[in-house]
């Protein structure tokens, strides 16, 4: 008759080479969704320019007001024309946002299924010994809340870092367009501010 509780397992820190084949092996198994994952960066991509150029639209607005205000002749046409490119702008910046969330959070919830359907067919293939020298809970524990914590934080990290990159890029395309003398100057800070995270990092991450 098995006990009811088991051995308590220690768990260590995963070392540098564990990380990377872990990373490995989760890139391996998103491969089957690369395609839903692309027109997703499609849609970010879109709403990323979007929030670019919808600031220099605003401006514009902003000085056709100013401008007529001081003249006292306001050019209701050209406001109302620079105001439905704007609308423009943001209802689609709106809308390829939720359409990158919404085809993210189907990958994770058809990467979550398929991760607990490798486990399933796993455990049915495991020996009892396996069982009796853990507890039950760290066996639910794989099945239910580590399989969620890995889907959610995939669903995050791609949305976020996607998101990050194109808007970076951007960026820096439109502060080179409107001043390349500035853009240099904010550039020389990046080495500096990478120098410090990756100073940081080393000792706050576990070795």
Request: hydrophobic residues 45%.
């Given at each position: 008759?098995r ?7 220690s768990v260590r820190?995963?070392?540098?080479e564990?990380r ?6 989760l890139?391996?198994?998103m491969?089957?969704?690369k395609k839903s994952i ?5 849609f970010?991509?879109?709403s990323?320019?979007?929030?670019i150029?919808?600031p220099?639209?605003l ?11 001081a003249?006292q002749?306001?050019d209701l046409g050209k406001?109302a024309?620079?105001g439905?490119?704007l ?10 946002n ?8 189907g990958?994770?919830?058809?990467f979550?299924y398929?991760?607990r359907?490798?486990i399933?067919e796993?455990?049915?293939r495991?020996?009892?010994s396996?069982y009796?020298?853990?507890q039950y ?15 959610q934080s995939?669903?995050?990290a791609v949305?976020?870092?996607l998101?990050?990159l194109?808007?970076l890029v951007?960026v820096l ?9 500035m853009?240099?100057?904010?550039l020389?800070?990046v080495p500096?501010m990478?120098?410090?995270v ?5 000792y706050a991450?576990?070795?």
């Amino acid at each position: 008759m098995r006990p009811h509780g088991g051995h308590q397992i220690s768990v260590r820190p995963l070392t540098k080479e564990e990380r990377k084949k872990n990373n490995k092996n989760l890139l391996s198994a998103m491969k089957p969704y690369k395609k839903s994952i692309l027109l997703a960066s499609l849609f970010i991509v879109v709403s990323t320019l979007l929030s670019i150029f919808a600031p220099q639209w605003l401006s514009k607005l902003t000085d056709t007001i100013t401008e007529g205000a001081a003249q006292q002749t306001i050019d209701l046409g050209k406001i109302a024309r620079i105001g439905s490119i704007l609308i423009a702008f943001y209802a689609c910046g709106a809308s390829c946002n939720y359409l990158s969330s919404f085809i993210m959070a189907g990958v994770t919830q058809r990467f979550a299924y398929g991760m607990r359907k490798k486990i399933s067919e796993k455990i049915n293939r495991i020996p009892l010994s396996y069982y009796d020298a853990r507890q039950y809970g760290d066996t639910l524990s794989i099945v239910t809340n580590d399989i969620d914590t890995v889907s959610q934080s995939m669903e995050q990290a791609v949305t976020m870092f996607l998101s990050s990159l194109f808007m970076l890029v951007g960026v820096l395309i439109a502060m080179f367009v409107t001043r390349w003398q500035m853009a240099l100057t904010a550039l020389l800070i990046v080495p500096i501010m990478l120098c410090i995270v990756a100073f940081i990092t080393k000792y706050a991450m576990p070795q």
